[in-house]
């Protein structure tokens, strides 16, 4: 079973994902994408680190190449989150590729090989701000890879200030 | 607690007055008015603009106010489906609303989302 939840900014999603794989039995793994540049970043990775404490994840950084990724049998993961894994597939090797071919082979590889997969994503084009030509395209690229893991994806989750939204299949907790 | 959210524009305070009746004399912008005035407002619109101006203790404020004026009509844009701002302050302001939106909306019996003057109660039932 494969779950999509995106949303806005802190909305929930992770909590909500976190949620869905609670009464998960098996190995759950956290496939952490966000790379720790910065004071923000380290901020918001240790915030998520603290959330998950006590919750049973192995956690495995990959920022890139997550069709390298195996995992043993009947486990989980949560993947967090496509707007890292898409920003760092664009920007690697200090030019900028379109992202979409890697970002999504990674994730039905993960898929494929996962009993339970929970991936959170970001909403980011409706803040009408016209931006460099890069970031417009990063906004695409995202909106993209959203609409393909959506249609293979069984259940499709969007958090709104806490609360979630059913768009397809359906909420198992 | 009732919320009402959406992105900007959507028609949330017409539909406040219109379905929940709520008067331009009970309302307080939150753009304008002290953290006091809020605590016993009917309707407090604009929230996210109040958050923005209570920095960091928004979040005990706000937890505060669900307990305080459990009653009142919450109308909040809902703001954070962008790309995260280069301005470390915008980017704080961005989360603490997400944080605050999430505490009144668990705090609510009712939330409702407007889209082009469309309510739907994502929580709760519409009156």
Redesign the interface.
């Known amino acids: 079973m494969t779950t999509l939840i995106t949303?806005?900014?802190?909305?929930?999603k992770s909590s909500l994902a976190e949620r869905i794989l609670d009464g998960f039995h098996g190995r759950k793994f956290y496939i952490a994408a966000m790379q720790p540049f910065g004071e923000?970043a380290f901020e918001a990775i240790e915030r998520h680190r603290k959330m998950r404490q006590g919750k049973g994840f192995e956690t495995i950084e990959k920022y890139t190449d997550l069709h390298e990724l195996s995992f043993p049998a009947d486990s989980a993961a949560l993947l967090e989150c496509v707007g890292n894994l898409c920003a760092n597939e664009m920007f690697r090797d200090n030019e900028v590729v379109c992202p979409t071919d890697a970002v999504l082979r990674g994730i039905r590889s993960v898929s494929e090989s996962v009993s339970e997969l929970v991936i959170v994503t970001n909403?980011?084009?409706?803040?009408?701000?016209a931006?460099s030509e890069e970031?417009s395209r990063?906004?695409r690229y995202l909106g993209e890879i959203n609409r393909c893991i959506a249609g293979f994806a069984d259940n499709v989750i969007e958090c709104?200030?806490?609360?979630p939204?059913l768009l397809k299949g359906e909420l198992s907790c | 607690m009732i919320?009402i959210?959406g992105?900007a524009y959507q028609g949330k305070a017409a539909w406040a007055a219109e379905r929940l009746g709520i008067s331009e004399n009970c309302i307080k912008s939150g753009r304008s008015c002290t953290p006091e005035e809020a605590m016993t407002a009917g309707c407090i619109t604009d929230y996210q603009e109040l958050v923005r101006r209570l920095g960091d203790g928004c979040t005990d404020f706000t937890s505060e106010l669900c307990i305080r004026n459990s009653s009142a009509v919450i109308i909040m844009d809902?703001?954070?489906?962008?790309?995260?701002p280069m301005e470390?302050s915008e980017?704080v302001w961005?989360?603490?609303?997400?944080?605050c939106?999430?505490i009144?909306?668990?705090n609510s019996e009712m939330?409702v989302?407007m889209v082009c003057g469309i309510p739907t109660a994502?929580?709760g039932d519409m009156p």
Do not use: F, H, P
């Open positions: 949303g806005g900014s802190k909305c929930g923000d909403q980011v084009g409706s803040d009408g701000v931006y970031t990063y906004i709104v200030y806490g609360i939204l | 919320m959210t992105g809902e703001i954070g489906c962008g790309i995260v470390k980017r961005r989360e603490n609303v997400g944080r939106g999430c009144i909306a668990a939330v989302r994502i929580k």
